[in-house]
């Protein structure tokens, strides 16, 4: 290898030849499918022909670290090999982020959903909080009809958390987004989820898993002012209940 070898053949060294790095970097319960996995990002590698003029060592850096997350690239949309300027940027997805939820065993069930224009959206807080939506399926499913996003978490012990984000606060965190292009403007509507996601993960109990995904991904876009994924302390009642309804 050179200066002059073309990137795909060092990532396809560093994946297949030199094995041992993706292999260990793979939870436990896929490391019997490192074939399958090393396939599938070879061929997201191909699919995009920018990343061959990316660095090979971010490009390589990149699947270990969706490899580490155990979430296969390809076309679930769990992640995002996106390049920016000389370097292989690793984007979250939606679906991934949710994948990721539900390892920990405390959220049972995500769903995040965006509010195109002329549907009935109804928020209620207080000691009950409560979200009404009324779907209007004549309207067009398109990023420019959605004014909101929202998401709920549904818990282990029956309770649920929500969050919700207006266009404008989506927008504003895409153009400060170092990938504004990519899956912004391929999937806008699975990246404006993934987006309030994000933010209501901040009333969950977050695993390490997806603390980790969620800094990845902010690194990623350039979004330092994302809200941190901490985990929620059951005894700090305030930023909880807010966003807390209870089943009867």
Not at 3 to 17: A, R
Not at 19 to 37: N, T, W
């Amino acid at each position: 290898m050179n200066d002059k070898t073309p990137t795909l053949d060092i990532v396809k060294h560093e994946l297949i030849n030199d094995g041992s790095k993706l292999r260990a970097a793979l939870p436990e319960h896929l490391k019997d499918s490192a074939g399958d996995f090393i396939r599938l990002a070879l061929v997201e590698f191909r699919r995009t022909p920018a990343l061959q003029n990316c660095a090979p060592a971010s490009v390589v850096a990149a699947v270990l670290d969706c490899a580490r997350l155990g979430l296969k690239p390809g076309p679930l949309g769990h992640v995002y090999f996106v390049p920016y300027r000389t370097d292989c940027t690793l984007i979250i997805g939606y679906r991934g982020l949710i994948k990721l939820a539900l390892r920990s065993g405390d959220i049972t069930a995500v769903e995040a959903h965006p509010v195109f224009e002329t549907e009935r959206f109804d928020v209620e807080l207080g000691s009950e909080p409560k979200i009404t939506h009324v779907p209007d399926y004549s309207v067009p499913r398109s990023p420019q009809n959605v004014r909101l996003v929202y998401a709920i978490a549904h818990k282990a012990d029956g309770r649920s958390l929500f969050d919700v984000m207006t266009r404008g606060e989506i927008e504003a965190i895409r153009n400060r987004s170092k990938a504004r292009g990519g899956p912004w403007a391929t999937d806008w509507i699975e990246m404006a989820r993934k987006t309030v996601v994000k933010r209501a993960a901040k009333y969950w109990d977050v695993s390490a898993d997806l603390a980790e995904a969620i800094a990845i991904d902010n690194d990623a876009t350039g979004y330092e002012e994302a809200p941190k994924a901490e985990p929620v302390i059951a005894s700090t009642p305030e930023p909880v209940i807010a966003r807390w309804s209870e089943d009867e």
